[in-house]
């Protein structure tokens, strides 16, 4: 019903984030109400890597502070590639371009990204739009879930928890080139 308001506002385009129809059956989220979907989603946009944990069965009590912090920095190491993404987009409509340039609403967008990526191909999940969160206006396919940015940015999390065979990567996603942030952030010692 929402979606419907695009297109017709009055002065300013309106930007959406939407909260799926169909609460994901993952192990870390429960209950059958409304309530819970609305809390899995909100739970990405506010805490994406705790939402991912419990996403793939993790509560996130078994991780060490140390672990959970380099987690945090390979999530960031990919929203920026995201964001990089984004801003190089031609096809990026133009209310996107103004939340790009607020910083709460950026990293909103961002994390509504990545929760829209781990959803589309988390198994349970897997093409079945009900579950997936969507956007209005829409994204540029260059962040779309299925794109190769996205499935190496999720792949990245999900290896470093042990969790890929969870998601139906595609069978041409590789490990993507590992810089120099991210190996310092695997491995500190080099």
Known sequence: ALQ???GFEKGETTAMLLSPSCRSSS???SGDSVRQIGSQFTMFL????????????NNGVDIDRDTYNKAEELLSLSLNEW????VASSSLHPVWVE??????LRRLLLRFIFCRAAHSI??????????????TPPLPE?????????????????????????????????WPEVDVEEAAVVNPSI
């Open 83 to 86: 964001a990089t993404t984004l």
């Open 142 to 174: 260059s962040v779309d879930a299925e794109s190769m940015l996205s499935q190496c940015c999720l792949l990245r999390v999900a290896s470093f928890f042990g969790a890929t065979n969870q998601f139906s990567f595609s069978e041409v996603t590789t």
């Open 122 to 135: 988390f198994k349970p999940t897997y093409h079945k739009v009900d579950f997936l969160p969507t956007c």
């Open 4 to 6: 419907s308001i695009h």
């Open 99 to 104: 939340v790009l340039g607020d910083p709460l």
């Open 46 to 57: 506010t805490a994406p890597l705790q939402a991912f944990c419990h996403l793939i069965g």
């Open 27 to 29: 192990a870390g989220f």
